[in-house]
């Protein structure tokens, strides 16, 4: 079984979402994915990067609260496997309940997107703080 594992280290910064961005986008395609699927992956795990800036780190201008979030992308045969860990305080996504559609106030939506755009989610917290998210996405069988 092939398995190819990539690691990425990231600012806690909006910048540095664009050239990760790339560099996935690339992966994706060379594992197989066709574009909607390669859409749908970049689009949840930059609503998550953007949530663990944005609420794990309290934003571009926290100062100390400022860290590091590491993503870990694993492609094997039949899924690729999106880990991100950051060392804010714990929040467990799973526990966040569906939204009533449609929204009345904006925003809100972004884990009802990851849930619906990925095959699977699963959550860790990391101690003695942080946390630590898994997305899968399975592969297309080839002729369906």
């Not at 100062?63 to 880990?83: A, L, M, N």
């Not at 755009?117 to 080839?142: C, F, I, S």
Request: proline share 7%; hydrophobic share 35%; charged share 30%.
């Amino acid at each position: 079984m092939r398995q190819v594992d990539n690691r990425f280290e990231l600012e806690a910064k909006a910048r540095s979402l664009g050239p990760f961005r790339s560099k996935l986008r690339a992966l994706l395609g060379a594992s197989g994915f066709d574009p909607k699927d390669t859409h749908d992956v970049l689009l949840s795990v930059d609503e998550v990067l953007t949530n663990v800036i944005r609420h794990a780190y309290g934003g571009e201008t926290a100062g100390p609260k400022r860290g590091k979030i590491y993503i870990s992308v694993s492609d094997s045969r039949d899924r690729v496997e999106i880990v991100i860990e950051d060392h804010g305080p714990c929040f467990d996504p799973r526990q966040v309940p569906a939204p009533q559609l449609p929204s009345e106030k904006p925003g809100g939506l972004g884990i009802h997107l990851v849930r619906s755009l990925t095959d699977e989610m699963h959550y860790e917290a990391l101690e003695p703080q942080g946390n630590r998210l898994r997305l899968v996405k399975y592969k297309k069988k080839k002729g369906i």
